[in-house]
C-alpha cells in the first residue's frame, strides 16, 4: 500500500567514441551502439547512484520491517535504430566514481568527471577491469583488442544481473525489480556505487550497420517531470473489516465518494493520510431511528488508489493490487501518500478504483491536491 520514490544523487554516460569526455550535467543518458565515419562501432553506457543513506532511512524508519521490493525506473526520451528486440543489462558498478560538470559535446571537452576511459577525471582513477570486493568478483568489457580501455565495471553475481528487453512497438521504460542489489547495498555485502545500464554482449561493439540501436534516458539533470527513480513499494495494509464489520461494505455500485483530510497543498516532506468517505447513493429503506448518512461505510477489500500528473494525465503512482490497497480503520477507509516522491509545483489527481459484484468501478470526481516547495 506504500510507494516511496528517490532520485539518483548522481548520473553520467560514459562514451567509447570520445573516452576522457564527461557529460555529468547532461539531461539525457544513453545506451546505444554507433558506427561513425570509419564504421567502427562506438558504445555508450550510462551509470547512475543513489545515496545509501536515503536507502537505509527509508528500510528502517519507513518499511521497518514489512515486505517490500524495490524497481528501478527510468523513462525513455528517444529510440531509434530498434529494428529487432534489443536487450540492455543492467548491474550494480563495483567503482566509486565523480559525476562531473560537463554536457555532451562541450567545446573544450569537459573532463572533472567520470568517462570512458575514467571513473574520477582524465589521468586519474582509470575503471579496474577485473578483481574482488568481500568476495564478490567484477569485471569490465573493454572491447579486447580495443586500444581503448574502460567503460566501467559491474560485479558479475548472477543474482544482480536484471535484463530487459525491448520490441520494434513495445514500450521503452525501464521499469524493473532490482531489490537483490539494493539489499546487498543495504547489508554492506557490497559497496554502493550505482547501477550501470549497457546493451548486452551481442548489440556491443557490432559492426554491422543493421545493428545501431539508440536508447536515450531522462537523467536526473532533466527539467521534465520524468527523473529516473528508485521506488520503493512496500505491504501495510491494514483492515477492520472483519468479523460483523464486514456488514458495513457497501455492495452497490451506485456510490457516493469523497476525499477528506485534504487540505489542497503538501510539502515535499510531507506524509498525508486521505481518508475516503462513501455511501450508497439509493440506500436501503429501513427502520431506524438515525439518519443512514450518520452511518460508517466501507469500500470492499479490493479496492485501490492511483495518482496521476493532471498536465499530462501520466500515472505517477498506477493502481497495484498489492501495493496500492487502500486501507480502513475506525474511521473509515485510508491511505498514506509520501509527497517527497513528486515533483513539486505540480497538480496531482487521485483515482480510486473498487470491485464490487464483479464490476470493476473507477472513480476519477476531481480530487486534486499540489505539492510545492518549501
Do not use: H
Not at 567509447?16 to 569526455?21: E, L
Not at 543495504?186 to 549497457?198: R, V
Amino acid at each position: 500500500m506504500a510507494v516511496y520514490k528517490i532520485f539518483p544523487s548522481q548520473d553520467t554516460t560514459l562514451y567509447s567514441a570520445y573516452p576522457i569526455m564527461n557529460t555529468g550535467l547532461n539531461a539525457i543518458c544513453e545506451i546505444s551502439n554507433t558506427l561513425g565515419l570509419s564504421l567502427s562501432p562506438g558504445v555508450s553506457r550510462y551509470i547512475s547512484q543513489f545515496d545509501n543513506d536515503e536507502i537505509q532511512d527509508i528500510i528502517n524508519n519507513k518499511i521497518s520491517g514489512s515486505s517490500y521490493d524495490v524497481f528501478l525506473r527510468n523513462f525513455i526520451a528517444e529510440a531509434q535504430g530498434i529494428n529487432e528486440d534489443v536487450s540492455l543489462e543492467i548491474l550494480p558498478l563495483a567503482q566509486s566514481w565523480n559525476n562531473g560538470t560537463g554536457y555532451y559535446l562541450d567545446n573544450p571537452q569537459v573532463t572533472d568527471g567520470a568517462s570512458w576511459s575514467a571513473a574520477n577525471f582524465s589521468g586519474s582513477g582509470n575503471w579496474s577491469m577485473s578483481g574482488s570486493i568481500g568476495g564478490f568478483a567484477y569485471t569490465g568489457s573493454d572491447n579486447s583488442g580495443n586500444s581503448i580501455k574502460g567503460g566501467g565495471n559491474w560485479f558479475i553475481t548472477s543474482s544482480f544481473l536484471v535484463i530487459q528487453s525491448f520490441g520494434l512497438r513495445s514500450v521503452k521504460d525501464i521499469e524493473t525489480n532490482v531489490s537483490d542489489t539494493v539489499n546487498a547495498w543495504y547489508s554492506s555485502s557490497i559497496p554502493n556505487y550505482g547501477f550501470i545500464f549497457k546493451l548486452s554482449s551481442s548489440f556491443e561493439f557490432n559492426p554491422s550497420i543493421d545493428i545501431q540501436p539508440i536508447l536515450k534516458y531522462y537523467s536526473v539533470d532533466t527539467n521534465t517531470i520524468y527523473p529516473p527513480c528508485l521506488e520503493f513499494r512496500w505491504f501495510d495494509y491494514n483492515t477492520v473489516l472483519t468479523g460483523s464489520a464486514t456488514s458495513s461494505i457497501v455492495t452497490t455500485s451506485n456510490l457516493k465518494m469523497s476525499l477528506a483530510e485534504n487540505p489542497g497543498t503538501f510539502f515535499p516532506e510531507s506524509i498525508n493520510r486521505f481518508y475516503i468517505n462513501v455511501s450508497p447513493l439509493y440506500p436501503t429503506r429501513v427502520y431506524q431511528t438515525a439518519s443512514l448518512y450518520t452511518n460508517l461505510n466501507y469500500l470492499p477489500t479490493s479496492s485501490y488508489y492511483a495518482i496521476k500528473d493532471l498536465a499530462t494525465n501520466e500515472f505517477v503512482v498506477n493502481f497495484d493490487d498489492q501495493y496500492t490497497q487502500i486501507s480502513s480503520n475506525d474511521k473509515g477507509n485510508y491511505f498514506d501518500v509520501y509527497m517527497s516522491g513528486l515533483e513539486p509545483e505540480r497538480y496531482y489527481k487521485i483515482l480510486v478504483k473498487t470491485l464490487i459484484n464483479g464490476s470493476t468501478l473507477i472513480f476519477d470526481d476531481n480530487y486534486y491536491f499540489k505539492v510545492i516547495n518549501g
